[in-house]
């Protein structure tokens, strides 16, 4: 049977975008999404900063819970940051906030979306062995099932193998305890652990004195393997002191965040979504929002060719990310990856000499040029300098040499 578009990988991005083409002026497509998983469960819990610049998502209505104010620990130094409410456009009072979705609420709002539209289908618990591009693309179920499309999306996560590449790991429960323990008013952003072998940090989202979200977290080689269920249960002991508590969830994960991550498009009227689009930035490992914005791109540059039933000369939008950007997370991910052991000063140092409105502009990718100016001065010259103009000179020599 054949489709209008077919999303493989039924993920933040695959329903994302399905969502977005459950709206009724798609109505005349038929869009299918194949995904491997049988059912949806909370498995992972999106944070994400909202500022005043982001654009609005659909998804606003289920946040779980927003905070004004962060801090970062090392030791016994502290840098504590509160959002700064931005009023240059009039806005009064739509602050900056750090917030928080559950996965679940995600998945049961997307997939209430498509099962309202009548023309998009979701089919669980069907994995895809391979997609074929060309004028009439198709994908392969393991079952051995080809389905045809004038497009299909492959939402599937790249896979890399290579021990030296860059990974964040990390290992969260949430936790209940029978006493106030937390400061629901501040997340502990990164509470670092100086190590030789990665960034090591802990993260605390509290939301309410009596309940907290607790991750250890690590970016290094995918080579370093941390012990992280012992770390994790050491860290919340010494957290929680003499309250007694239950652990009532648990996430994990291990992202990649090799630097050459974007990858093109792999074959023709095949295009990435998600984590293989590049949505995720190497910097921070957050996704989120960015892979929101790239599916209602996509549904915004199909809505004149919706219409003619043709999507042949229909290109979606690519994920893109300002080349700036991409560089300076180079940058700065080749200088930890130098020295581990001073990662976390150099995180500290940012957030000891910037403003909450750039600290946050940097880390939600939105800074300006005068901010990521702002930000490069608050590192030290030597390191950063000295890697800039070697990253510079390597790129030069690349194009001088395909020149010849
Ligand atoms: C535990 C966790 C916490 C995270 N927290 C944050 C956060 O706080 N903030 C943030 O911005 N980002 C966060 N991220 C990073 C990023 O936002 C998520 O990884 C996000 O889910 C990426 O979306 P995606 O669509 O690329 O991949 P996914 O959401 O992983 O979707 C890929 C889908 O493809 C399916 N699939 C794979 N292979 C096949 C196949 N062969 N056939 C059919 N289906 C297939 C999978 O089952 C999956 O559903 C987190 C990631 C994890 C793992």
Same mark, same amino acid.
Do not use: E
């Given at each position: 049977m054949a489709f209008d578009i077919v999303i493989v990988g039924g993920g933040l991005s695959g329903l994302a975008l399905a969502a977005e083409l459950a709206q009724a002026e798609f109505s005349k497509l038929r869009v299918l999404v194949l995904e491997q998983r049988k059912s949806y469960v909370r498995d992972r819990t999106w944070s994400y900063w909202k500022t005043p610049h982001n654009a609005a998502h659909r998804y606003s209505h289920l946040e779980r819970q927003q905070w004004s104010q962060w801090c970062v620990r090392q030791g016994v130094s502290t840098h504590q940051q509160a959002s700064p409410t931005v009023t240059k456009d009039g806005e009064d009072g739509k602050a900056t906030c750090y917030c928080t979705l559950d996965g679940d609420a995600f998945y049961s709002a997307a997939q209430s979306a498509i099962a309202k539209s009548g023309h998009v289908e979701l089919r669980l618990g069907t994995s895809v062995r391979q997609i074929v591009g060309g004028d009439t693309p198709s994908v392969e179920t393991s079952e051995g099932e080809v389905i045809q499309a004038a497009w299909v999306f492959d939402a599937r996560p790249p896979i890399q193998t290579n021990e030296n590449r860059l990974v964040q790991q990390f290992l969260g429960r949430e936790i209940t305890t029978n006493s106030d323990v937390f400061d629901p008013t501040m997340v502990e952003l990164m509470h670092f652990q100086p190590s030789t072998a990665g960034l090591h940090f802990f993260y605390v989202l509290p939301y309410s004195p009596r309940n907290a979200l607790i991750e250890t977290t690590w970016i290094s080689p995918a080579s370093v393997k941390p012990d992280f269920d012992t770390e994790l249960q050491q860290f919340i002991a010494s957290f929680v002191g003499s309250a007694a508590y239950e652990v009532v969830y648990e996430e994990k994960g291990s992202l990649n965040l090799? =630097?050459? @991550?974007? !990858?093109?498009? @792999? %074959? =023709?009227h095949v295009a990435r979504l998600g984590r293989g689009a590049g949505? =995720?930035? %190497?910097? !921070?490992?957050?996704a989120f929002l960015e892979t929101l914005a790239h599916s209602a791109q996509i549904a915004m540059s199909l809505k004149s060719h919706a219409g003619t039933g043709d999507l042949k000369n229909w290109i979606p939008a690519a994920f893109k990310r300002h080349a700036i950007d991409e560089w300076m997370d180079t940058v700065f991910l080749t200088v930890l990856e130098r020295d581990w052991s001073r990662s976390s000063w150099y995180f500290m140092q940012l957030f000891e000499r910037l403003d909450a409105e750039t600290m946050v502009a940097f880390l939600s990718g939105k800074a300006s040029w005068r901010q990521r100016l702002l930000v490069t001065r608050a590192l030290p010259t030597l390191p950063f300098s000295a890697q800039a103009l070697s990253l510079l000179f390597k790129r030069a020599s690349k194009l001088s040499g395909v020149s010849h």
């Open positions: 090799s =630097l050459s @991550h974007t !990858t093109p498009n @792999h %074959a =023709l949505t =995720l930035r %190497a910097s !921070t490992g957050y």
